[in-house]
Nanobody, 120 residues
Framework: QVQLVESGGGLVQAGGSLRLSCAAS????????MGWSRQAPGKQRELVAG???????NYADSVKGRFTISRDNAKNTVYLQMNSLKPEDTAVYYC??????????????WGQGTLVTVSS
């Protein structure tokens, strides 16, 4: 059974920082891509940041320069360091993996989400 467990969400003031973590559990051989998406009420879910197995990263324009995605392959964990947070960053943040190989198969897996609230 493969599962993603997210942590690190909470309430922060504008200008503050927060680090989200997402750990993939189970017997996992490899994960090709890992990323973070977010969804605010009444808005579409959007990709915030992604990172490939080779370490290449991409960011939404709205967070570029403020957020940093990283991964620890030994721990099957992806992180999102969020700095200079703005009220418009308030959303539920979801971890996602693509090409997660376990038990001889590839999976796409989503976490349950963690709420980030930024007060003005």
């Amino acid at each position: 059974q493969v599962q993603l467990v997210e942590s690190g969400g909470g309430l922060v003031q504008a200008g503050g920082s927060l680090r989200l973590s997402c750990a993939a559990s189970g017997t996992i051989l490899s994960i090709n891509s890992m990323g973070w998406s977010r969804q605010a009420p009444g808005k579409q879910r959007e990709l915030v940041a992604g990172i490939s197995s080779g370490g290449s990263t991409n960011y939404a324009d709205s967070v570029k320069g403020r957020f940093t995605i990283s991964r620890d392959n030994a721990k099957n964990t992806v992180y999102l360091q969020m700095n200079s947070l703005k009220p418009e960053d308030t959303a539920v943040y979801y971890c996602n993996t693509k090409g997660l190989r376990a038990n001889g198969r590839d999976f796409e897996v989503w976490g349950q989400g963690t709420l980030v609230t930024v007060s003005s």
